[in-house]
């Protein structure tokens, strides 16, 4: 079994920067794509970002410009860079590697934007 662990979150101020991390335990083949997804208590989870294996990567607007979704070459590890950090990107994050037939969710790791 596939398990995926975040990391890189924490309490930032506005205006600030995290990066995060979600390794996997094990090479995922056939992997369509991968992202970060985030939820706040009483809300439906959100996509904030995909990338592909390719490269071709994908933003909600609340995000375009700030935050950078990339990948290291393995496929094993997918990161988000947050730049400019504002309170309502406070949310529980998770990671989602999507393969055929599988899709794997990370726990979630909690991102609190606050002064």
């Known amino acids: 079994q596939v398990q995926l662990v975040e990391s890189g979150g924490g309490l930032v101020q506005p205006g600030g920067s995290l990066r995060l991390s979600c390794v996997a335990s094990r090479n995922i083949f056939g992997i369509t794509f991968m992202g970060w997804y985030r939820q706040n208590p009483g809300k439906e989870r959100e996509l904030v970002a995909t990338i592909t294996p390719v490269g071709v990567t994908n933003y909600v607007d609340s995000v375009k410009g700030r935050f950078t979704i990339s990948t290291d070459n393995a496929k094993t590890t997918v990161y988000l860079q947050m730049n400019s950090l504002k309170p309502e990107d406070t949310a529980v994050y998770y990671c989602?590697?999507?393969?055929?037939?599988?899709?794997?969710w990370g726990k979630g790791i909690l991102v609190t934007v606050s002064s």
């Open positions: 989602l590697i999507q393969s055929i037939p599988m899709t794997y």
